[in-house]
């Protein structure tokens, strides 16, 4: 289970005429990565490939553009159902187009409404004032302007006093650049425009204001104007996101399917040419190698030679693990995947981080809100990433709920709605720390010990000797420290299979005696200085408990905040006369709960995963782990389920 699956390197021969069958066949199969071929001349794309580039070009702007997400989940179908993308690819075109088109003009309706609107809206306090004016002037016209910083509205105003006019002042904005209000008899408009054209600039204008048609009421039409436009606008947006919403799938699975052809039509760049001969080179699980000999040969009619290479070259990865293992890889990837020769820590990390995240956090009411949550992200996101971590705060989650009732442990307090809860082991307590530390140094030097353990392995299987022998020392030096401290501490008094403690207790010493030396003589003094490193690395397990404890006294903290809800009670029955203080009390109550447990199980998840992770990043991964790999990349990532396919067996 901790094996990589093997990988080995194949190079397949067939007829150029055949390139086309050969992708579809290499496609169909899918757990196949395709590399470089190492020839003189390399192969071009298929013809096809221009106009699906530019389709997938314009799909991702859409998917930008409309915030639609432009990481679809992969095709998974057969690469022959592949059909009327084109046309849909087309529909889409213009069914956005007509979208945009009415977006367009209705912004173009808006910003004419708009532009008056925001215009009169200044001189919404003057109406009443304006329209006095007017109705004692001849044919009076209206025009806004506005004056140049140099100007001194003092001059232009004696000269529209002149002209039998009026100027209003912008009661919104009292700038300088502000436009203003002039209101004069039609008669002398040319008069007025002279002593505006070098003192102003015209912003609107001029309008006639009819008998029957009233500032106030110019001032009307233009808000109704931009309502209605700005309604219009709303709906037409609104209509977009809604046939976006109702096609996200659909455009999805549009741009999957153009992802698709795309690898696959700059597929042959990887290929090389010998005359009319093309050759492919690329990775295959050894145990799917009968497979894809047999799908090449059904599918080029036997007009292709595949063939097993060996190769000096590093192979990519393929990580093996179980279901229930399988989100874990997620920290192999963020931290580096395992290299080809050496063993995959992803089942015991399924193991040790809910463990440690657990022991951390250790609270039913915390555990039950994490896993609440984690099954809502799982039903609710669907992609690859989200099902992983879903799936990894489901077990952290079961285990903090399993601890919660180690600890007895309900959001601070030792009861769930009434009912008592009896702790197998007080952690807040003198003893229950005591208990609790010993339990964390056993579980670090285990930990270690298993990494201690996988080193040796993985050294075995690379035949490097003298690094195995080293990690033989490290185990037999950890063992004999355990066993020194067990015996020479008398934490066991009693004969071990008939063998006195206190010899065990010497038999130990001098394990980590002859431990000591072959650690010297293997990897010299830094070998030796290393033995504090590993101490140290030992009591870095301590923090389960310390944040643990940290945690859990934030929750009591939190759960023991007085309140008396007798008033309340008493109020509701009738007992008691009404009391807006009581009420304030209990909602600010409330309040306090649920921001102070929101920002305690926010802290607690976020230390529990950081400190979980950093147990195996630095003390674990250090003793066995190197990493460097290179994660296999095949055509097509097909479901979970086809990573283990029973091994093809040639018949006879």
Same mark, same amino acid.
């Given at each position: 289970? &901790?094996?990589?699956?093997?990988?080995?390197?194949?190079?397949?021969?067939?007829?150029?005429?055949?390139?086309?069958? &050969?992708?579809?066949?290499?496609?169909?199969?899918?757990?196949?990565?395709?590399? !470089?071929?190492?020839?003189?001349? /390399?192969?071009?794309?298929?013809?096809?490939?221009?106009?699906?580039?530019? =389709?997938?070009?314009?799909?991702?702007?859409?998917?930008?553009?409309?915030?639609?997400?432009?990481? *679809? %989940?992969? @095709?998974?179908?057969?690469?022959? $159902?592949?059909?009327?993308?084109? $046309?849909?690819?087309?529909?889409?075109?213009?069914?956005?187009?007509?979208?945009?088109?009415?977006?367009?003009?209705?912004?173009?309706? /808006?910003?004419?409404?708009?532009?008056?609107?925001?215009? &009169?809206?200044?001189?919404?306090?003057?109406?009443? $004032?304006?329209?006095?004016?007017?109705?004692?002037?001849?044919?009076?016209?209206?025009?806004?302007?506005?004056?140049?910083?140099?100007?001194?509205?003092?001059?232009?105003?004696?000269?529209?006093?002149?002209?039998?006019?009026?100027?209003? #002042?912008?009661?919104?904005?009292?700038?300088?650049?502000?436009?203003?209000?002039?209101?004069?008899?039609?008669?002398?408009?040319?008069?007025?425009?002279?002593?505006?054209?070098?003192?102003?600039?015209?912003?609107?204008?001029?309008?006639?204001?009819?008998?029957?048609?009233?500032?106030?009421?110019?001032?009307?039409?233009?808000?109704?104007?931009?309502?209605?436009?700005?309604? =219009?606008?709303?709906?037409?947006?609104?209509?977009?996101?809604?046939?976006?919403?109702?096609?996200?799938?659909? /455009?999805?699975?549009?741009?999957?399917?153009?992802?698709?052809?795309?690898?696959?039509?700059?597929?042959?760049?990887?290929? !090389?040419?010998?005359?009319?001969?093309?050759?492919?080179?690329?990775?295959? *699980?050894?145990?799917?190698?009968?497979?894809?000999?047999?799908?090449?040969?059904?599918?080029?009619?036997?007009?292709?030679?595949?063939?097993?290479?060996?190769?000096?070259?590093?192979?990519?990865?393929?990580?093996?693990?179980?279901?229930?293992?399988?989100?874990?890889?997620?920290?192999?990837?963020?931290?580096?995947?395992?290299?080809?020769?050496?063993?995959?820590?992803?089942?015991?990390?399924?193991?040790? +981080?809910?463990?440690?995240?657990?022991?951390?956090?250790?609270?039913?009411? @915390?555990?039950?809100?994490?896993?609440?949550?984690?099954?809502?992200?799982?039903?609710?996101?669907?992609?690859?990433?989200?099902?992983?971590?879903?799936?990894?705060?489901?077990?952290?989650?079961?285990?903090?709920?399993?601890?919660?009732?180690?600890?007895?442990?309900?959001?601070?307090?030792? #009861?769930?709605?009434?009912?008592?809860?009896?702790?197998?082991?007080?952690?807040?307590?003198?003893?229950?720390?005591?208990? &609790?530390?010993?339990?964390?140094?056993?579980?670090?030097?285990?930990?270690?010990?298993?990494? /201690?353990?996988?080193?040796?392995?993985?050294?075995?299987?690379?035949?490097?000797?003298?690094?195995?022998?080293?990690?033989?020392?490290?185990?037999?030096? %950890?063992?004999?420290?355990?066993?020194?401290?067990?015996?020479?501490?008398?934490?066991?008094?009693?004969?071990?299979?008939?063998?006195?403690?206190?010899?065990?207790?010497? =038999?130990?010493?001098?394990?980590?005696?002859?431990?000591?030396?072959?650690?010297?003589?293997?990897?010299?003094?830094?070998?030796?200085?290393?033995?504090?490193?590993?101490?140290?690395?030992? +009591?870095?397990?301590?923090?389960?408990?310390?944040?643990?404890?940290?945690?859990?006294?934030?929750?009591?903290?939190? !759960?023991?905040? *007085?309140?008396?809800?007798?008033?309340?009670?008493?109020?509701?029955?009738?007992?008691?006369?009404?009391?807006?203080?009581?009420?304030?009390?209990?909602?600010?109550?409330?309040?306090?709960?649920?921001?102070?447990?929101?920002?305690?199980?926010?802290?607690?998840?976020?230390?529990?995963?950081?400190?979980?992770?950093?147990?195996?990043?630095? #003390?674990?991964?250090?003793?066995?782990?190197?990493?460097?790999?290179?994660?296999?990349?095949?055509?097509?990532?097909?479901?979970?389920?086809?990573?283990?396919?029973? *091994?093809?067996?040639?018949?006879?």
């Amino acid at each position: 289970m &901790m094996k990589l699956k093997k990988v080995v390197k194949i190079r397949i021969l067939t007829t150029e005429k055949h390139r086309k069958d &050969m992708i579809k066949a290499l496609y169909s199969f899918g757990l196949v990565q395709i590399v !470089s071929a190492i020839e003189p001349s /390399y192969d071009k794309p298929i013809a096809e490939y221009e106009g699906i580039a530019d =389709a997938l070009v314009y799909l991702r702007s859409v998917m930008r553009k409309y915030n639609l997400g432009i990481d *679809p %989940e992969p @095709y998974q179908g057969d690469v022959t $159902e592949i059909t009327g993308h084109k $046309e849909d690819i087309q529909t889409m075109r213009t069914t956005l187009r007509s979208f945009e088109e009415k977006i367009s003009n209705a912004k173009d309706a /808006y910003s004419s409404a708009s532009n008056p609107w925001r215009l &009169m809206s200044g001189f919404e306090l003057r109406a009443k $004032e304006i329209d006095a004016f007017a109705a004692e002037t001849s044919k009076p016209k209206l025009l806004f302007a506005s004056f140049k910083p140099s100007v001194k509205k003092s001059d232009v105003c004696g000269c529209v006093t002149g002209a039998e006019g009026m100027l209003f #002042e912008n009661a919104k904005d009292r700038s300088d650049a502000a436009p203003q209000a002039l209101v004069y008899p039609e008669g002398h408009e040319r008069k007025i425009l002279v002593a505006l054209e070098e003192n102003a600039d015209v912003v609107a204008g001029p309008f006639s204001i009819a008998k029957s048609e009233t500032f106030s009421k110019m001032l009307e039409e233009a808000r109704a104007s931009e309502q209605r436009s700005k309604k =219009a606008l709303d709906k037409v947006d609104n209509d977009l996101r809604q046939h976006l919403s109702h096609n996200k799938a659909h /455009y999805l699975s549009i741009m999957s399917k153009l992802e698709t052809l795309s690898s696959l039509a700059t597929l042959p760049l990887k290929f !090389s040419k010998s005359g009319k001969l093309l050759v492919v080179e690329g990775w295959v *699980p050894e145990d799917l190698l009968l497979g894809l000999e047999r799908k090449v040969n059904d599918s080029l009619r036997n007009v292709v030679q595949v063939t097993r290479l060996q190769t000096a070259e590093v192979s990519p990865s393929l990580l093996n693990n179980p279901d229930v293992a399988r989100p874990f890889e997620f920290f192999l990837r963020f931290f580096s995947i395992p290299n080809s020769a050496e063993l995959d820590p992803t089942a015991l990390i399924t193991f040790t +981080f809910p463990l440690f995240f657990g022991m951390i956090l250790g609270d039913i009411g @915390y555990g039950l809100v994490g896993l609440a949550i984690a099954l809502l992200v799982k039903s609710q996101l669907k992609g690859s990433f989200f099902q992983d971590i879903s799936r990894i705060l489901i077990l952290s989650s079961i285990s903090t709920i399993l601890f919660g009732f180690v600890f007895a442990e309900f959001f601070g307090l030792e #009861e769930i709605f009434g009912h008592e809860l009896h702790p197998y082991v007080a952690r807040t307590t003198t003893a229950g720390i005591s208990l &609790m530390m010993g339990v964390c140094l056993a579980l670090g030097a285990l930990h270690l010990l298993v990494g /201690y353990v996988l080193g040796l392995l993985n050294a075995l299987h690379e035949k490097e000797y003298h690094h195995a022998k080293a990690k033989a020392s490290w185990i037999l030096l %950890e063992l004999g420290l355990i066993c020194t401290f067990i015996f020479g501490y008398s934490i066991v008094t009693t004969p071990v299979l008939g063998v006195p403690a206190a010899t065990l207790g010497l =038999a130990s010493g001098a394990i980590v005696l002859l431990s000591l030396v072959s650690l010297v003589k293997l990897e010299g003094m830094a070998g030796f200085i290393e033995i504090f490193g590993l101490i140290s690395n030992i +009591f870095s397990y301590l923090r389960l408990i310390a944040l643990g404890i940290s945690g859990a006294i934030l929750a009591m903290v939190i !759960s023991g905040v *007085p309140v008396d809800i007798t008033a309340l009670v008493g109020m509701v029955t009738g007992e008691h006369p009404f009391d807006l203080g009581v009420i304030i009390n209990v909602i600010a109550f409330a309040l306090l709960m649920v921001v102070g447990h929101t920002v305690a199980f926010v802290l607690g998840m976020f230390e529990s995963s950081i400190q979980s992770l950093r147990l195996h990043y630095v #003390e674990f991964f250090s003793k066995f782990y190197q990493g460097g790999g290179i994660d296999f990349a095949p055509l097509r990532k097909p479901a979970p389920a086809r990573h283990r396919l029973s *091994p093809l067996r040639r018949k006879g």
